[in-house]
Nanobody, 126 residues
Framework: VQLQASGGGLVQTGDSLRLSCVAS?????????TGWFRQTPGKEREFVAA????????KYADFAKGRFTISRDNAKKTTYLQIDSLKPEDTAVYYCAADVSPYLLTAMTASVYDYWGQGTQVTVSS
């Protein structure tokens, strides 16, 4: 499975962005959970949100509740992360990841994911 993340950029505080993650490859039907993580230099990758392909149920990190919305279009094999009211502390490289297990309970843990995209940079100026 290949994941292609896009949609990042340089924005101002208060702006919105929608990140996209397009999945491709022969094993794509084995993917159940798609997640978004973010990482800043010198820090570990941080869970943002994840969504189940089966029922569309989503899980969010506490900091993401209210401003971040994850969604997916199964027909387009694309997962989205809408970020509203961007803050400078949202500046990071955002990665999408795919998990072949159906358990959203473990979706906050980076090590459970089987496939990772290359990341897209989000920079929020103050």
């Amino acid at each position: 499975v290949q994941l292609q993340a896009s949609g990042g950029g340089l924005v101002q505080t208060g702006d919105s962005l929608r990140l996209s993650c397009v999945a491709s490859g022969g094993a794509i039907n084995s993917v159940y959970i798609t997640g978004w993580f973010r990482q800043t230099p010198g820090k570990e990758r941080e869970f943002v949100a994840a969504i189940s392909k089966v029922d569309g149920f989503a899980k969010y990190a506490d900091f993401a509740k209210g401003r971040f919305t994850i969604s997916r279009d199964n027909a387009k094999k694309t997962t989205y992360l809408q970020i509203d009211s961007l803050k400078p502390e949202d500046t990071a490289v955002y990665y999408c990841a795919a998990d072949v297990s159906p358990y959203l309970l473990t979706a906050m843990t980076a090590s459970v994911y089987d496939y990772w995209g290359q990341g897209t940079q989000v920079t929020v100026s103050s």
